[in-house]
């Protein structure tokens, strides 16, 4: 086996993602939408992505001595620390690249130059590239408006997550899309649960038929006189051989809200 066998058995596998066309074993499609829907999800992304990008990105010049000093002219200084493309700042542009490598494993940029200078850095949607081999080198495939562009690795800011090849990082949003899914079907179950629910308080009966006119004027006596905040934990006093009974929760459907709490 050559040296570069190792890298030509992967090109097929350029993509994790691909397993996101398919359901989870939830049978909720997940998707960065969805998985960002989820508050744990969320929290933890909103948090990694806002700290790098509020980290000072600065450039120093050492000298011979052990010194150093910030290297303000630097030609990559104000790409990097302050503006790296016209419409982005810098901290917006760590912040989106951090995003993607937190739910996608992989960040992209283009490396725009002018007369061999870098005067900017675009990013690149991730679900948009693929990373295939070309000899020594990867070549990065980028789909847009339609179009399939091609850039050298001298082209491509590439910073990936954990790898299994070095080549490209491990989807999360793929790898763990069947406990996004699970997390985003309970919360719709509860939520269901809570709007449709139909299980009362409590159950007044008798051994006595009631006639349409008594029921509907007992119905309005117990919520007068026990409905609505000031009216809680009144006692209550029956007769006519009414009973009152109690109606809880099943264990079920309390074990299912419980289990959302792992989701938060």
Same mark, same amino acid.
Not at 97 to 119: K, T
Not at 196 to 203: C, D, E, F, H, T
Not at 229 to 234: D, E, I, L, T
């Given at each position: 086996m050559g040296f570069l066998d190792f890298f030509k058995r992967k090109r097929n596998w350029a993509n994790l993602d691909k397993f996101l !066309? $398919?359901?989870?074993?939830?049978?909720?499609?997940?998707?960065?939408?969805? @998985?960002?829907?989820?508050? @744990? +999800?969320? =929290?933890?992304?909103?948090?990694? /992505?806002?700290? *790098? /990008?509020?980290?000072?990105?600065?450039?120093?010049?050492?000298?011979?001595?052990? !010194?150093?000093?910030? =290297?303000?002219?630097?030609?990559?200084?104000?790409i990097l620390h302050d503006q790296p493309n016209p419409i982005m700042t810098s901290l917006e542009l760590r912040e989106l690249?951090?995003?993607?490598?937190? %739910?996608?494993?992989?960040?992209?940029?283009?490396?725009? $130059?002018? @007369?061999? /200078?870098? +005067?900017a850095l675009w990013p690149l949607h991730p679900d948009r590239v693929t990373v295939e081999v070309d000899g020594r080198e990867l070549l990065y495939i980028y789909q847009s408006d339609g179009k399939e562009e091609k850039y050298r690795m001298e082209d491509i800011l590439h910073i990936r997550g954990m790898s299994s090849d070095g080549m490209i990082g491990y989807s999360p949003l793929a790898l763990l899309r069947d406990s996004f899914g699970h997390a985003k079907a309970l919360s719709a179950y509860s939520a269901n649960?809570?709007?449709?629910? =139909?299980?009362?308080?409590? *159950?007044?009966?008798?051994?006595? =038929?009631?006639?349409p006119e008594a029921l509907a004027n007992l119905r309005k006596a117990w /919520?007068?006189?026990?409905?609505?905040?000031?009216?809680?934990?009144? +006692? @209550? *006093?029956?007769?006519? !051989? %009414?009973?009152?009974?109690?109606?809880? *929760?099943s264990p079920e459907d309390s074990q299912m809200i419980e289990s959302q709490i792992f989701c938060r």
């Open positions: !066309d $398919r359901p989870s074993s939830s049978g909720v499609n997940v998707n960065e939408t969805v @998985a960002l829907g989820i508050p @744990a +999800v969320y =929290a933890c992304v909103r948090v990694l /992505a806002e700290s *790098i /990008a509020s980290l000072p990105l600065i450039t120093y010049e050492r000298f011979p001595n052990g !010194d150093k000093q910030r =290297a303000t002219g630097f030609s990559l200084y104000p690249l951090m995003g993607h490598l937190c %739910l996608r494993g992989n960040s992209y940029c283009l490396i725009e $130059r002018d @007369a061999g /200078a870098v +005067v649960f809570f709007k449709n629910g =139909a299980s009362p308080g409590g *159950i007044l009966s008798t051994p006595n =038929a009631l006639k /919520a007068e006189g026990h409905q609505g905040k000031g009216n809680h934990h009144r +006692v @209550a *006093i029956l007769d006519g !051989d %009414l009973k009152w009974q109690s109606v809880g *929760i």
